[in-house]
């Protein structure tokens, strides 16, 4: 099996253009690398010195009233990970930042998308996309005549002669490849987390680390597993480099998009305008459209008078209008909650569609799979932007307290907060999710992708010499 | 005499190629996967269609939507002057229209952007960006950076399926998967001996199977843009515009480019292999690696920094609003600005001259931070430009840039769609100063002359597109001349 395996690496290494290739892949894998490097760094940087910048301005705002403060607002950044220079996922296609102030969730905006013109729309270039997209297309240009090529020459029969079993023929050269891409891989993963802990100084748990890695080793296992069956099956090398370029193509490039669109036109996305018009419909006539705001505040006023045994909202024992301010932010936050959550739950439709659909392509499993592992899936962006909206909630409900409790009915423009209130106020901290967290939605793709390993290595189990030149 | 001979031989090889053509379309029809192949991609580009239809329908009906819902809030609001003032609702619905601060809040406009009829095919960064926006009296880019489109980040992480994908990425496979061997299958098979033998030269035998198959990609392309053109007519009443015309001439331009890429590799290569291997990569180079390359380099190379624009969107604020001196300084400062001001109440007390002065930090701030917007934007527009430029080395994403540029859904677009917003803004503050000056209530004839959103359309044309369609030709025309210097060398 050794000599086999060393015999194919010496007849690549005589083919000029599988040289010519490797240096290829080695060159695109480096400018990615530096690329992502690079821009996540810098990327990192200057959402911090922004993030700090917004906590500087809150704490040296000049002392005023509660409301006055909360609508001062924060902003929140969308800090880069570790893995998301290996990964960057769909982070380039959310907001990047958002403006946090009270009565209304603004939208997360400033994404990469809209920045980077029309080019980002054929990918955007990091070690992740050289791993899903490239490495398939170099592994099926080392293996596309691995066994058809053997049979043109006739080689093969001379090879069986000397007493060579055909699957194991078979599996030298899967391993052949599979080392290769594998060795390479691992190198490329290993220098992309030394480097981008270095410039980031961030880490990653390891657990993590070996998770995305062997994700991507069973990928690269299934491409060189499927090189080489296709290699068997065709007559001609011409044949099974087309029909596996057509594999490539139909997995990597048709399949994901037309997944993605199929599950948009299943499950539409509503428009800013429709979201925007259902929570104003729901904050003025009610969460179940029949509780107008004018009758939700008289009920309000009448139950706090009745409670307190009172005549007049000025003699309760805390600012009325601090109360309502707090009771309409989490009215208005249960419309939000209401209306986030359908469009939470229509992406994750989406989502599901395009899992089941990854079926049929190796590519979109580990693409999934791989954006979970690095914090850069839909999942973990809908996290970030739950965390900075359980933020912007805390610090208006945080100043309507104190309003309520410190201040005095119908003093809006005299009372002011006292010194070490916004200090007080804790700066957001975004929580890492665990790993199991990311991939607790993520199993049908572990599926098929240990399916995609299973029905090849069952293929290649099923191989033998008769039938071959039984085609 | 001689002429007359010339002439002659010239009309035979016509005749002899149109009549080459007609074999090979016999040829073509013999394989029944030939027709399963272009039903395959004629289905794609339908669907193509139908999702660019989609996403235009979409925009429309809510633009509609959006429209008819602000008109008839103006209209309420102008109804209210005619409201019986002796009443508490009728003096509510009065203040709400006529005092100054409710007018402020609730004097809202639309502005839109209405799909152009490209639109239909190629939906580019439409989904990314804002197609509407609403514009009150306060600082413009403390409104314009809270609105934004709800995008889909499953989507717009691998791309649209619209026609301009159709066009620039499956066209070329087509060609490819029909044509990649078009010579060498004849040489692998051992028949081109055969043919050759009927005096039939390498040249003639490719040149007419590249023409069928440019007819047959044409006739699939002219299914599908007249599909796009009619659905225009009669879902959104919009004729074939230029930016049609100049969709249609790029995308003929763009799959000439592409027989000239694959009839070359036809010349050169010998075997079925070999012209698979250059041909598939050919296409993967050209459609994912140097879009992904380029893009990374003017990313590299064009900085664009969010963080400034980001932080546009606080309300000013503060105990200075309160400060008279401040107040008088604002407003003196505003009159070099804006002459208009001169006009303005600085009676310290008055509560016009405290609205004035909050209406002029807003109108400075939004002139400092229009220069940074500017900035930013000039950034994202040079890396449009350089990618629709970059048409030598990058003809797809130079042809989907230009493609998205026809549609007005590129950035370029947006902007502009921006800019054009903020001079609403600017007229709407032509109506709401004078009274805010003049410490007067708000009119009903001031309602009527609210400034109307008016889209202007862009012009289609540009330098970036006539070099790109240019060197589209003048790429295909090098391919084809080298091509056939090479095959004028085959001797059989």
């Known amino acids: ?471 | 005499m001689k002429v007359t001979a010339n002439k002659r031989t010239q009309t035979t090889q016509r005749v002899s190629l149109m009549a080459l053509v007609g074999t090979q379309f016999w040829r073509f029809r013999k394989s029944p996967i030939n027709f399963l192949l272009l039903a395959g991609f004629l289905l794609a580009g339908l669907y193509g269609l139908y999702q660019g239809f989609a996403f235009k329908r979409k925009q429309v009906t809510t633009i509609t939507t959006f429209r008819a819902e602000r008109n008839t809030n103006l209209q309420r609001m102008a109804g209210n002057f005619r409201a019986d003032t002796a009443t508490t609702e009728g003096r509510e619905a009065y203040h709400e229209a006529a005092e100054l601060l409710g007018a402020n809040w609730n004097l809202v406009l639309p502005a839109f952007k209405y799909p152009v009829s490209t639109a239909i095919f190629a939906i580019g960064q439409g989904d990314v960006f804002p197609y509407y926006y609403t514009v009150k009296n306060e600082g413009f880019f403390m409104q314009l950076f809270k609105q934004g489109e709800i995008a889909n980040p499953l989507r717009s992480l691998v791309g649209h399926f619209d026609t301009c994908f159709w066009v620039i990425y499956l066209f070329p496979l087509l060609i490819v998967m029909l044509l990649f061997n078009a010579l060498a299958a004849e040489l692998d098979n051992g028949n081109w001996r055969l043919i050759h033998s009927q005096g039939m030269t390498a040249r003639q035998w490719l040149l007419s199977q590249f023409l069928l198959v440019g007819l047959v990609v044409e006739g699939l392309f002219l299914v599908v843009f007249g599909g796009g053109l009619l659905l225009n007519y009669f879902f959104f009443g919009q004729l074939p515009a230029i930016s049609d015309l100049l969709f249609f001439v790029g995308a003929n331009l763009y799959t000439v480019f592409w027989l000239s890429v694959v009839y070359c590799i036809n010349a050169f290569g010998r075997s079925t292999g070999t012209n698979a291997f250059y041909a598939g990569n050919a296409w993967i180079v050209a459609c994912i690696v140097l879009p992904a390359l380029v893009t990374m380099l003017i990313e590299s190379s064009i900085r664009v920094d969010n963080t400034t624009v980001s932080r546009m969107s606080r309300r000013p604020q503060g105990t200075k609003f309160e400060d008279d001196a401040f107040g008088v300084r604002t407003i003196r400062q505003m009159v070099k600005l804006r002459p208009q001001f001169r006009h303005a109440t600085v009676t310290p007390g008055d509560r016009a001259f405290y609205f004035a002065v909050y209406m002029a930090y807003h109108e400075m701030l939004d002139d400092t931070n229009r220069v940074a917007v500017q900035s930013y934007f000039d950034g994202i527009e040079q890396r449009q430009r350089w990618t629709n430029a970059s048409f030598l080395i990058n003809p797809s994403a130079a042809v989907d840039g230009i493609f998205a540029g026809l549609a007005a859904n590129d950035a370029m677009a947006n902007h502009r769609f921006v800019w054009q917003t903020m001079d609403l803004h600017a007229r709407l503050h032509e109506v709401f100063f004078p009274a805010l000056f003049t410490n007067r209530l708000l009119r009903e004839s001031d309602y009527r002359n609210l400034p109307v959103f008016e889209p202007k359309r862009p012009n289609p044309f540009s330098w970036e597109l006539a070099l790109n369609y240019a060197g589209l030709l003048v790429m295909s025309v090098f391919f084809f001349g080298y091509a056939n210097r090479e095959l004028k060398r085959w001797v059989g």
């Open chain 1, 1 to 471: 099996m050794k000599l086999l395996i060393l015999n194919e690496w010496r007849q690549w290494a005589r083919e000029r253009r599988l040289k010519a290739l490797l240096v290829f892949g080695l060159a695109i894998g480096a400018a990615a690398l530096w690329h992502q490097l690079d821009y996540q760094a810098q990327l990192l940087e200057t959402r911090q010195d922004a993030q700090q910048e917004s906590r500087r301005e809150w704490l040296t705002q000049e002392s005023k009233h509660p409301h006055m403060a909360a609508h001062f607002g924060n902003y929140a950044y969308k800090r880069p990970s570790q893995l998301h220079s290996f990964d960057p996922g769909l982070t380039p296609y959310t907001g990047s930042s958002v403006y946090m102030e009270p009565h209304r969730q603004n939208d997360f905006l400033f994404s990469q998308s809209q920045e980077n013109g029309t080019g980002l729309r054929f990918g955007w270039l990091s070690p992740a996309l050289v791993c899903q997209l490239v490495l398939p297309l170099l592994i099926i240009l080392f293996s596309f005549n691995t066994i058809v090529g053997e049979r043109e020459r006739g080689t093969l029969p001379l090879l069986l002669a000397q007493g060579i079993g055909f699957k194991r023929i078979v599996f030298a050269k899967i391993l052949a490849t599979f080392l290769v891409f594998e060795l390479g891989f691992t190198v490329f993963f290993a220098l992309t987390l030394g480097l981008s802990r270095l410039l980031m100084a961030a880490s990653v748990p390891t657990s993590t680390m070996l998770y995305v890695w062997s994700i991507y080793t069973m990928y690269i296992f299934c491409w060189s597993l499927l090189g080489v069956v296709v290699s068997a099956r065709f007559r001609s090398v011409g044949g099974s480099m087309v029909a596996l370029l057509l594999l490539w193509m139909f997995t990597a490039i048709l399949m994901p998009r037309m997944a993605a669109n199929v599950a948009e036109n299943l499950f539409p996305l509503v428009t800013n305008y429709q979201f925007k018009r259902q929570i104003s419909v729901a904050i003025e006539n009610g969460l179940d459209g029949h509780d107008p705001k004018s009758d939700r505040a008289l009920r309000l006023e009448r139950k706090l008078l009745e409670r307190y045994q009172v005549t007049r909202v000025e003699d309760l024992p805390f600012n009325f209008e601090g109360y309502v301010m707090q009771q309409g932010e989490e009215y208005s936050s249960k419309a939000y909650d209401g209306q986030f959550a359908k469009i939470f739950d229509t992406l994750e439709k989406q989502k599901r569609v395009q899992s089941w659909l990854s079926v049929l392509s190796p590519f979109m499993a580990v693409r999934s799979l791989s954006m979970a592992g690095s914090g850069s899936s839909m999942e973990s962006e809908i996290d970030f932007q739950q965390q900075a909206e359980h933020f912007r909630r805390a610090f208006v409900q945080d100043m309507n307290r104190d309003m309520r409790d410190n201040s005095a009915y119908g003093t809006f423009d005299t009372y002011r907060l006292k010194p070490g209130k916004y200090a007080a106020m804790p700066d957001l901290q975004v929580l890492a999710r665990s790993l199991s967290w990311s991939l607790a939605r993520a199993l049908p793709e572990h599926i098929w992708l240990a399916g995609w390993v299973l029905v090849l290595l069952a293929l290649v189990l099923g191989m033998n010499e008769k039938k071959l030149y039984a085609r």
